[in-house]
């Protein structure tokens, strides 16, 4: 087969329209083959071909005979030595760090590990076995694609409502999506998902991983697979398994058609991606990729034993963000899902690692000045979660301006408040006010802060007011693996019950903790199904539960559907009142010469919280009036932010309390938007003279209806 000099850049297969360019990067190689296989099911590879140029330590030539469609991986030649942190062998044919799409996936065997398993010095033996008939091979595409007007969605992020989401999970078990979809990246771009995203108010759908991913070897072993997605082998191809077509090219197309049809809507698109380590695990992993193209420049290893890698992360091995070739090929990735699969931001998984210059975390490393100066990568939404496992890992508040993050200590204190730990009152109302302790000393705005009471991880929000402990037990672990512990409060009896009275109080608790998501400042994040009150049963690890156990259940019965149009009117009041999505924080101080305070908190009497009440102690009831008509402010569009005032009434305590209203303009009429106890009052309108029966565990919304002129 012809071959020409081709081109170092870019890296990758690159069609032209008239051939291929293969291009490799790698350091300490001595030799580069790229191995072309003529269909997946081929043991051997149809031609060897060494790539005949290296260019700036990158390996590349020119093929004017390969097409869109062609399968491919490289073998890469140089030390086996592992004590010195190298681990070439030839024998074992890599997938290229940049395939746009993956033609073949791996098929588990011994083979496809570098060293002799079983042997007496481990990974030091270099297994001869070739791994060609198992290795995951890479496919050319054509990357062209009709994308019309498409545009990013204009949404303020002050202004976005975020919802977590697993690509399967959410259509696999849908009715009124085809069955040919449900599971796939179009069933989530169907009708039936974008009408409910639409009813729902949500305006960003954040898609756990969908890199392509390897399933652990251990989890095949017990008839499990990682369902979540957090073990990425190739950082620019989509997974496969969620096409509908089950082919690497058409997984691009597929997913492209998703964005297109989400963006159509208004719906941005942010994905979770996991730079952070590879799904070779350490070093007795397989070498399925980086580890066989140049061990020592993509890995952070030991200084004082190569051998071995430093894992801040938990899953093995940590990517070397010292080094510029890795660090090119992470922000390669995230260019390429920006400029070709149109994507609107992501979300960094233990973002923190990627901090880390040499062992402490640095917000101001090269991770970070590389994104801020890029004009592409600067402008998309960038959200940390901002921890790993590593001395000094849990970073929150600490990550650089124009970055929104995880907000842990949010999902914390609003659990804690909801228990009823009452020495948690001020934490909370700093919560509920976009967290400023964190982010307003570094001159970050509330939006910084992603709220969130449950996410992917750990419980679902049924399951966190219905169990005290977790049952992992179909995990395979012992339930040794998962979140230790619950900070919620399960009404006393755990699990299923027909128990109408704990039925009943873990309905109002749900309610509680949608309601004070769509009542904080910041951008709240839905995890998918809690709308639908699904369960998990306990399980709050369910990273393998590829199953119903994971899947949505959209047969709702009247308990369920009542909840769904609760968080629906929830989001809905969010979206609606400037004052719920402030882009500032609020002062605490009259505005512009007035006497209207921007916030007010309250005691039950009905008294402004002063410092002593601050101070007292232990008290699980507090009220805030948020003045949204006497604020004029404007926001990077140029709208202004005057909406309706609210008062907000959240009582932690087992008992009802009589809540007196407060008036700091003159005679004020309150009606009531909704109470999260059931049956509703009678009652809904209120003025000063009155008090309002706050139940136990509960929270009440009031919208000031009237103001009456001051008597002079």
């Known amino acids: 087969m012809r071959v020409w000099p081709g081109r170092p850049y870019p890296l990758g297969a690159t069609w032209d329209g008239g051939g291929v360019n293969f291009s490799l990067f790698s350091e300490h190689a001595t030799k580069v ?28 030539g020119y093929l004017p005979d390969v097409r869109p469609g062609q399968l491919y991986g490289y073998r890469v030649h140089g030390s086996y030595d592992p004590a010195s942190g ?46 060609a008939a198992v290795a995951p091979l890479a496919m050319v595409i054509d990357t062209a694609f009709t994308w019309g007007d498409d545009a990013p969605p204009a949404i303020a992020r002050h202004k976005m409502v975020i919802y977590e989401a697993h690509v399967k999970g959410f259509s696999q078990r849908h009715p009124k999506v085809p069955e040919e ?21 949500v ?22 697979n990682n369902y979540w997605g957090y073990n990425t082998l190739a950082f620019l191809a989509p997974e496969t398994r969620y096409a509908s077509a089950g082919v690497g090219a058409e997984s691009v197309r597929e997913f492209k058609q998703m964005v297109h049809a989400l963006h159509s809507a208004g719906i941005g698109v942010i994905l979770d991606v996991v730079y952070n380590h590879t799904a070779e695990g350490n070093h007795l992993g397989p070498t399925l990729s980086l580890r066989g193209i140049d ?26 963000m010292l080094h510029p070739r890795a660090l090119q090929l992470i922000m390669d990735s995230l260019r ?36 801020h100066q890029d004009p ?21 508040g600490n990550f650089p301006v124009g970055w929104n993050e995880w907000n842990g200590e949010y999902r914390d204190t609003i659990r804690r408040f909801w228990r009823g730990d009452g020495s948690t009152a001020p934490e909370f109302a700093t919560r509920l006010c976009g967290s400023s302790d964190l982010y307003e000393p570094s001159n970050r705005r509330p939006y910084a802060s992603v709220n969130f009471v449950t996410a992917h991880d750990g419980f679902s929000l049924e399951d966190l007011v219905s169990y005290n402990e977790k049952h992992n037990e179909a995990n395979g672990e012992e339930n040794r693996d998962g979140e230790s512990h619950n900070l919620s409060w399960n009404c006393g009896v755990e699990g299923p019950t027909d128990d109408a009275e704990v039925l009943a109080l873990r309905e109002r608790q749900k309610r509680n903790f949608m309601a004070t998501l769509m009542l904080s400042q910041g951008v709240p994040m839905i995890r998918a199904g809690d709308e639908l009150s699904h369960t998990q049963q306990g399980n709050n690890n369910a990273y393998c539960q590829d199953n119903e156990l994971s899947w949505l259940d959209w047969e709702l019965d009247d308990r369920r559907k009542q909840f769904l149009d609760f968080v629906t009117r929830a989001v809905a009041l ?25 916030i007010v908190w309250l005691d039950p009497s009905g008294k402004e919280m002063t410092d002593e009440g601050w101070n007292a102690g232990v008290f699980r009831a507090i009220g805030m009036r948020l003045a949204g008509d006497a604020i004029e402010e404007v926001d990077e569009r140029g709208e202004r932010l005057i909406g309706d005032t609210l008062l907000v009434l959240l009582n932690a305590e087992e008992n009802e309390l009589e809540f007196a209203f407060w008036s700091q303009q003159g005679n004020e009429q309150w009606e009531l938007l909704f109470d999260t106890a059931e049956p509703p009052p009678e009652k809904t309108t209120f003025t000063q003279a009155d008090t309002f029966p706050l139940r136990g565990r509960s929270t009440a919304v009031f919208r000031l209806s009237k103001l009456e002129q001051r008597e002079e």
């Open 203 to 224: 305006n960003a759908v954040e898609l756990m991983p969908v890199h392509h991913r390897v399933d652990d070897k251990h989890l095949v072993d017990r008839g499990l």
């Open 181 to 201: 979809l449900r599971g796939t990246y179009l069933g989530l771009a169907s009708q039936p998902a974008i009408e409910h995203f639409l009813k729902l108010g």
């Open 295 to 320: 061990n020592a420049s993509y890995y952070r290893l030991l200084p004082e034993d190569p051998r071995y890698y430093k894992d801040y992360t938990g899953c093995g091995n940590t990517l070397n």
């Open 33 to 60: 083959e790229l191995c072309l296989f003529d269909a997946p099911e081929e043991k051997r590879e149809s031609a060897r071909i060494k790539l005949p140029e290296q260019t700036d330590l990158a390996w590349h």
């Open 86 to 131: 190298h681990r070439f062998n030839p024998n074992k044919v890599l997938l290229d760090p940049y395939a746009r799409a993956v033609g073949r996936d791996l098929t588990w065997g011994d083979e496809l590990f570098g060293y002799s398993i079983g042997h007496n010095d481990e990974d030091l033996s270099m297994d001869e076995r070739d791994s």
């Open 574 to 598: 969010k979206q609606q009142q400037p004052v719920l999505h402030r882009p500032k924080f609020f002062q605490g101080r009259a505005i512009r010469g007035t006497d209207v305070k921007d």
């Open 376 to 396: 592409v990568l600067s402008q998309v939404n960038l959200i940390a979660e901002p921890w790993d496992l590593g001395e000094g890992g849990y970073q929150v």
């Open 336 to 371: 390429y899902w920006v400029l070709e699969m149109h994507v609107d931001g992501f979300r960094f998984d233990l973002a923190s690692a990627l901090a880390r210059e040499l062992h402490e975390v640095d917000k101001l490393g090269a991770f970070f000045d590389i994104i």
